[in-house]
T-cell receptor, first 113, second 112 residues
Framework: QQQVKQSPQSLIVQKGGIPIINCAYE??????FPWYQQFPGKGPALLIA?????SEKKEGRFTISFNKSAKQFSLHIMDSQPGDSATYFC????????????FGSGTQLTVLP | DAEITQSPRHKITETGRQVTLACHQT?????MFWYRQDLGHGLRLIHY???????NKGEVSDGYSVSRSNTEDLPLTLESAASSQTSVYFC???????????FGQGTRLTVV
């Protein structure tokens, strides 16, 4: 069964801290790894994504680190702000014609002012 | 602006009733998906479609059905609603051969 395991389930940091959310996958056929951000009452929205031929990708304060050999990837949020408080989902997409996302279980992040 | 809309946003129904959740997108995307979101499970794929007349089962398809008669719409039907189907349902779409999925605002369904 295709799975993406995400941890921690919840995370509380102070403003300015660097929360880190981790994900691990099993299927080496995954070829695209996006992170989605979801605010209460809203649908998930794409935050940042990476392909397995790249070890790191930065977009503003958000960084994905990717370890292909360990089959793990993580999201780092630099200088976190209260407005970053949301639920974050990692996901993985199979290559080929079956373009379906498999999601992790989500991390509820709270950034305290 | 192009968008994806779900209706209704909230629905309460009784066990055994048939319920249909609507999803409409104006991007002309070929791919459309239905997910359910439950605490501790993330988003799980129910059904998906890669084009008109194409439908496929996802990870948790039992008790659900979809039909795709045009590009814009993918309604999700619960044939006989059960309490286990109480959840938040999200519709999403993506362009052909693209990777980003765009999600609707969700429908909160309660089965009593």
């Amino acid at each position: 069964q295709q799975q993406v395991k995400q941890s921690p389930q919840s995370l509380i940091v102070q403003k300015g801290g660097i929360p880190i959310i981790n994900c691990a996958y099993e299927n080496t056929a995954f070829d695209y790894f996006p992170w989605y951000q979801q605010f209460p009452g809203k649908g998930p929205a794409l935050l940042i994504a990476i392909r397995p031929d790249v070890s790191e990708k930065k977009e503003g304060r958000f960084t994905i680190s990717f370890n292909k050999s360990a089959k793990q990837f993580s999201l780092h949020i630099m200088d976190s702000q209260p407005g970053d408080s949301a639920t974050y989902f990692c996901a993985a997409l199979l290559g080929g014609s079956a373009r379906q996302l498999t999601f992790g279980s989500g991390t509820q992040l709270t950034v305290l002012p | 602006d192009a968008e994806i809309t779900q209706s209704p946003r909230h629905k309460i129904t009784e066990t055994g009733r048939q319920v249909t959740l609507a999803c409409h997108q104006t991007w002309n995307h070929n791919n459309m998906f239905w997910y359910r979101q439950d605490l501790g499970h993330g988003l799980r794929l129910i059904h998906y479609s890669y084009g008109v007349q194409d439908t496929n089962k996802g990870e948790v398809s039992d008790g659900y059905s979809v039909s795709r008669s045009n590009t814009e719409d993918l309604p999700l039907t619960l044939e006989s609603a059960a309490s286990s189907q109480t959840s938040v349902y999200f519709c999403a779409s993506s362009p052909y051969k693209n990777t980003e999925a765009f999600f609707g605002q969700g429908t909160r369904l309660t089965v009593v």
